[in-house]
């Protein structure tokens, strides 16, 4: 079905609640609706046309429309339709009603637009704070245009705690994090448990927020941009940048060439590899298999020298700018890659066969952290977790971007819905990454690697990208805007909504399951809070207080 | 009196060979698993300096009582030394006069004990949960070889050491049924005795970040390291003594080597299996070692009956 066609039904069910739509190609609808009726709409969206909830965005646009502004994303992935359901809000009191009730998956978006820019949800009933620090005032809000993007406000107050909930009755609390062997990164989870058993949790999270939207909607460019929205991540970087890219070349109705897209899905192809790999062997870690782990770590290894010899680094390639890519592979490359390739299968076949019969790994990952395919679809689950649990969605088939229409490849699913057909699924998708990349440089035609772009780009154009990351969908919003660069730019990496899932994975299992099912959402909570860490090399001994590390950091910053 | 000296230097000898012998074992136990990890691994001697950097850093006070912090310490690494005089290394047991089987099984249980009064000391949530998991291996494990001992008690009718540790388990006419269902017993619990994977469940880095260790470092890490290490090679020779009795009655030297090497072995069997397997959960974990300790009474009842 194309967009004209959804719209067409959209028109006949809603009517004169639609107050504008735009279509501008057949995988994309916008249609404007009256505050008053986003519920409606979306209940209907989301339950009848049974489309899947991606994310919200909200945007301050006083500045050019005098208006707040609500989108609500969805995807009809049967369909190949992405579709923001959009609503203005008044400038004096933005507010709207929330859509948790029916739409579950939507609770972090809602916050994080609280939080954020300050329009509120109306019902919604946990409206604790999700993205601001705790000392954080009220009625501040970072991503407002009339906020600056270094400005702290005077009443910014770093003694004020967080205010956790109550622990049921019987439970005893077992903090987990911020610093914790099993997670890379802080974040906080207070589990309430009973014995050995989880009986619910509370997830503190955002410790180390950037800002880096409000950065890039003040002070960098759109070249700029996706060299910042690599160092979102460090595992998936080169799908932020991919996106980012691919939606304000959708805004600005903008093509690549074809050899630049084939490239672009030989990385995101080169970086699913090295992420499965690194997460198979994290998660054996986890349970205590420390021999998988190295092994798949060394067979992972080729990949990131490939990686390097390609774009300079084993990391952050640094890939894509507006309109095309910036690396070449050369024939030589091509040869090294498919030598690289060949090895890589005929090590991980053997890998894979001897763990897919081991009782041991199994006893520890069967049925541990179920998610089903109705929490799939109601916390708005995707990637592994999703099609592990038997739900057939993946952006590469579904929302083909940069060269993936022109490649064959299997959605791999299975129906377990725990954290062994999670494993079994990435370690099944390595297989279908080689035949992608294998095909791609069959295919690859010479060209020119970028677009010569010689016009502004339009302003106040919306652009949207979803892109298959290893952890699932990374979907990119871009409004384009004046001095060049965008207006409003949102990601939303794929565990952010993952994430939302874990209080229900866990809930009712063992504390010792506890990390091997956070692990098996292949959790990245430097894509959900965009969180960087400062290495500080100091020769004396001192300690810092956090006053005077601000100070420091702010002064290196040159403020 | 003469006797008595005797008995003295052989404890000491014996004390000072584990000391000396453990952590080369921990070294090659490194080493073998860092090869079947395709890695270089460290050098063979690492253990030793691992152990005297520790021993040489500031010795911190921490935890809720670091009095009981301290005294869990030197208990864990004095109770191991302890049954170190009780066991025979090659020789026959240096302590046999001074103390018997029962003794052996008193000791062995302090070990335990010690990770308890460690978890206690710490008072973190994780220590606890540590200590609530040990605990509950405790129960079941600590049967299994205590029947292990006293089925040897039974077939050689004392319960003093040099009898009951000389492959006592086999001593029966005909085919000594008890002795080879406990064999089987002790092999399958044998990674839970020396707390390596899948059944270093109450220490599970990355669960619970050490459980009752959580709040050790420096020298005091040191003396647990240096605990669990002997604890390796201290297991060893008790089952190479009770099970693998074998050569044992040859001319010294050899007798001697020849147990070496079998506890070696016994060592590089329990790197084999800790790097091929994940760690079990404690339920998992406990429902195996009650069925152990089902099957370990059906051997006692049998060896009771003198099979």
């Not at chain 1, 205590?288 to 952050?316: C, H, V, Y």
């Not at chain 2, 292990?148 to 029966?172: D, I, K, M, P, T």
Request: proline share 6%; glycine share 8%.
């Amino acid at each position: 079905m194309t967009a004209r066609e959804m719209f067409e039904q959209f028109k006949q069910r809603f009517g004169p609640l639609i107050v504008r739509a735009d279509l501008p190609s057949d995988n994309r609808l916008f249609v404007f609706v009256d505050p008053s009726s986003v519920r409606y709409v979306t209940q209907h969206i989301f339950r009848e046309l049974d489309a899947r909830y991606v994310a919200t965005i909200g945007a301050d646009d006083r500045p050019f429309s005098g208006k707040f502004l609500v989108s609500h994303n969805f995807a009809f992935d049967k369909e190949h339709l992405l579709c923001g359901v959009l609503a203005y809000l008044p400038p004096d009191k933005p507010q709207i009603d929330s859509i948790t009730d029916m739409v579950p998956a939507a609770s972090w978006g809602e916050r994080e637009m609280r939080d954020l820019v300050g329009i509120e949800p109306v019902g919604h009933r946990y409206l604790k704070r999700l993205v601001l620090p705790d000392g954080w005032p009220e009625g501040s809000h970072p991503l407002r245009k009339d906020t600056l993007w270094n400005e702290v406000p005077a009443e910014y107050n770093p003694e004020r705690e967080f205010k956790f909930d109550e622990a049921p009755e019987g439970c005893m609390v077992v903090p987990f994090g911020p610093f914790h062997p099993t997670l890379d990164e802080p974040a906080h989870f207070r589990l309430f448990v009973e014995g050995e058993m989880v009986r619910g949790c509370e997830y503190r999270g955002f410790m180390v927020h950037r800002g880096i939207e409000k950065l890039a909607e003040s002070v960098m460019n759109y070249n700029d941009i996706p060299m910042l929205a690599e160092r979102i991540c460090g595992i998936c970087g080169c799908v932020h940048n991919v996106a980012y890219v691919q939606s304000v070349e959708e805004a600005a109705a903008l093509k690549p060439p074809p050899r630049a897209e084939y490239i672009r899905t030989i990385m995101l192809e080169l970086e699913r590899l090295h992420s499965h790999l690194l997460w198979v062997g994290l998660a054996c870690h986890i349970v205590g298999f420390d021999t998988l782990f190295m092994q798949s770590f060394r067979i992972r290894e080729p990949i990131m020298w490939m990686a390097e010899k390609i774009s300079g680094n084993r990391k952050t390639y640094a890939l894509c700018v507006i309109g095309g890519v910036r690396w070449n592979i050369t024939p030589e490359l091509k040869v090294e890659l498919r030598a690289v390739l060949d090895k890589l299968e005929s090590e991980w076949r053997p890998v894979i066969a001897a763990v897919s019969r081991d009782k041991n790994i199994q006893k520890r990952t069967c049925g541990v952290g179920v998610a089903d395919a109705g929490l799939v679809k109601n916390i708005g689950l995707i990637g592994p977790v999703a099609r592990a649990a038997g739900v057939d969605i993946d952006c590469r088939r579904d929302h083909p971007y940069a060269a993936y229409d022109r490649v064959e490849f299997n959605v791999i699913t299975e129906q377990g819905a725990d954290v062994w057909s999670r494993l079994l699924v990435r370690a099944k998708e390595v297989f279908e990454s080689i035949r992608i990349i294998r095909q791609c440089l069959d295919k690859m035609e010479d060209g020119p690697l970028q677009l010569e772009i010689k016009d502004e780009l339009p302003i106040g154009r919306m652009g949207l990208s979803s892109v298959e990351a290893p952890r699932g969908e990374s979907h990119h919003f871009v409004i384009t805007g004046e001095n060049n660069r965008p207006r409003r730019w949102r990601v939303r990496a794929p565990t952010y909504q993952n994430l939302q899932g874990i209080p229900a994975m866990i809930k009712d299992q063992q504390i010792a399951d506890m990390t091997i099912s956070l692990g098996s959402i292949d959790p990245c909570f430097s894509c959900t809070d965009r969180l960087e860490t400062v290495d500080l090399r100091s020769g004396s001994v001192k300690v810092w207080s956090q006053e005077e590390l601000l100070k420091l950091t702010r002064k290196k910053a040159g403020r | 009196m003469k006797a008595v000296i005797w008995m003295i230097v052989g404890g000491l000898a014996n004390v000072g060979l584990v000391l000396l012998v453990a952590p080369l074992a921990q070294g090659v136990l490194r080493k073998v698993t860092a090869r079947i990890q395709s890695r270089q691994g460290p050098p063979l001697l690492q253990p030793y300096f691992d152990l005297l950097k520790l021993l040489g850093k500031e010795d911190i006070e921490s935890g809720e009582s670091p009095g009981m912090q301290r005294f869990a310490a030197y208990l864990s690494l004095a109770a191991i030394l302890a049954v170190a005089c009780l066991v025979p290394m090659g020789f026959s047991a240096p302590m046999n006069g001074a103390g018997d089987v029962i003794l052996l099984i008193y000791l062995l249980t302090l070990c335990g004990i010690c990770t308890l009064l460690a978890g206690l000391a710490a008072g973190s949530t994780y220590s606890l949960v540590g200590i609530s998991r040990e605990m509950m291996s405790m129960i079941v494990l600590e049967p299994l070889f205590a029947i292990a001992l006293v089925v040897g008690a039974l077939h050689a009718q004392s319960f003093r050491l040099n009898e009951v540790l000389s492959g006592s388990v086999y001593a029966v006419a005909g085919t000594p049924y008890s002795g080879l269902i406990m064999l089987v017993v002790m092999v399958l619990s044998f990674q839970a005795f020396v707390q390596r994977v899948p059944f270093d469940i109450s220490e599970a880095e990355t669960e619970l970040m050490e459980g009752p260790l959580v709040e050790y470092s420096g020298p005091k890490l040191a003396l647990f390291k240096y605990a669990h290490m002997a604890k390796l090679i201290i297991y060893s020779a008790l089952f190479v003594t009770l099970f693998v009795p074998w050569g044992s009655g040859l001319f010294l030297p050899l007798a001697w080597l020849l147990f070496w090497a079998k506890v070696f072995v016994l060592v590089l069997l329990v790197t084999v299996v800790a790097a091929t397997h994940a760690r079990y959960r404690i339920d998992q974990a406990i429902r195996f070692f009650a069925g152990l300790v089902g099957v370990s009474f059906v051997a006692l009842i049998l060896a009771s009956y003198g099979h």
